[in-house]
């Protein structure tokens, strides 16, 4: 099956971008290189092509409720405009997908899900909604979307898109009527900078786009940087760090599970994992040495294998190999004394906290 385009193909072919499947599509890998796309966020502002995500919208007398429903968090009585992350599970608590949810009005949420899941999504979301009195509607054909980010991206926002945004906060999001269409802005972003998320029609996301290429403030960023941005400040991936065989409990993500809700799928399982305990957890390792630890590859304890890595890199950030690892529930202690194996060879590491850079969100 040939991979999907974004609207935005043909401009990241015309920039030289590197091209490279994911998620089902044919997405920009690296324009200038990851490292310097990366410092570029860190630093000042970079735009990301994130068309390729999905997003589905929720309405209704039931919509609350329904997403109440199929959601780890809780969405009773969101005020207009927030922003809530959380995930939708199976009845055993393995991840169906990790997602925004957005309250974009009354009885009306906004969802947005990972590009490689949509179609498995959408089926899980509709097969979901019997009995509840819900108009669903697929529209991640119609939506482009680009992610801002970076300390200067509030002006960049504002000064080149001319969107204004200042008066956004961590987590919220408006929509703004253009005179032609009706787009969506919010504030989260997933590199643990300061950030904008815009969705509209292709046609909208083309035209800011080149807006922003003009006017040299924003540097265009691939999937690459996004991976690493995301990762050293411990964000997790879907099929890396969440899985339908990782749980949100398993990968520490609790704080996201709202047990106090009456029911959501996967709530008994997930309950149980977080009073009982689980086999496994997602930890994060330090090693003493420069090689780079890679997606699944082997963690040891003793010469037996205790786990696998779900993603590594030697931070660009902070200049050390580190990775985000499975492991036997029993060595996910902080300070644990873990090995991995790269190739032939065994390097020594310990469990630290997965985040490996400290976020600079605007509070």
Known sequence: MENK?????????????????????????????????????????????VSHMGEVTVCGPDAERYVNHIFTNDVTAAPLGQIYYGMMCYDDGGTVDDLLVYKIGDNHFFLVINAANIDKDWEWIQKQS????????????YYGQLAVQ??????????????????????TAKTINTGTEEIIIS???????????????????????????????????????????RFEVGLPLYGDELSADISPVMAGLSMFCKFNKEDFVGREALLRQKTEGVKQRVVGIELS???????????????????????????????????????????AKLGTALDIQIRKKVFPGVVVKKKFYDKHYKK
């Open 5 to 49: 385009r974004t609207c935005l193909y043909d401009k990241h072919v015309a920039l030289g971008a590197q091209m490279s499947p994911f998620g089902g599509f044919d997405m920009p890998i690296q324009y200038s290189g990851i490292v310097s796309e990366h410092q570029a966020v860190r630093q000042h502002c970079g735009v990301f092509d």
């Open 130 to 141: 019997a009995g509840f009195d819900v108009v669903l509607e697929n529209q991640s054909d």
């Open 150 to 171: 970076g300390p200067e991206a509030e002006a960049v926002v504002e000064e080149v898109m001319g969107l204004k945004c200042g008066e956004l906060v961590f987590y």
């Open 187 to 229: 504030r989260t972003g997933y590199t643990g900078e300061d950030g904008f998320e815009i969705y509209g029609s292709h046609e909208y996301i083309r035209r800011q786009w080149d807006l922003l290429m003009a006017s040299g403030k924003a540097v265009p960023c691939g999937l690459g940087c996004r991976d690493t941005l």
């Open 289 to 331: 040495d420069k090689a780079i630890p890679r997606h699944g590859y082997t963690v040891l304890k003793d010469g037996e294998r205790v786990g696998e890595v779900t993603t590594g890199y030697h931070t660009i950030s902070t200049d050390k190999s580190v990775c985000m690892a499975l492991v036997d529930a029993e060595y």
